[in-house]
Nanobody, 115 residues
């Protein structure tokens, strides 16, 4: 059974930084295609970042240059480094793993950007 667990969310002031972590257990992590999503209050869930098994990354336009995804396969972990955070980044952030065509979601971690 594959489990996905995010952590690292919290409150931060505009311009601040956070690092989110996502640990995947129960599967071959090196074969997992990984995504970060977020869902702000009253809005649809949106794809924020992707990192493939080959460490190729893609980002939603609004976070390009500010967010960076990485993976540490030895730790079964993907990260989302978030810099220059804006109030509009406030959302629940979800980690998603795709392995052999199956999709596994984390429970989400709240990121709140405010003064």
């Amino acid at each position: 059974q594959v489990h996905v667990v995010e952590s690292g969310g919290g409150m931060v002031q505009p311009g601040g930084s956070l690092r989110l972590s996502c640990v995947v257990s129960g599967g071959m992590f090196s074969l997992c295609h990984m995504n970060w999503f977020r869902q702000a209050p009253g809005k649809q869930r949106e794809l924020v970042a992707t990192i493939t098994t080959d460490r190729i990354t893609q980002y939603e336009d609004s976070v390009k240059g500010r967010f960076a995804a990485s993976r540490e396969n030895a730790l079964n972990t993907v990260y989302l480094y978030m810099n220059a955070l804006k109030p509009n980044d406030t959302a629940v952030y979800y980690c998603r793993a795709v392995l052999r065509g199956y999709v596994y979601w984390g429970q989400g971690t709240q990121v709140t950007v405010s003064s």
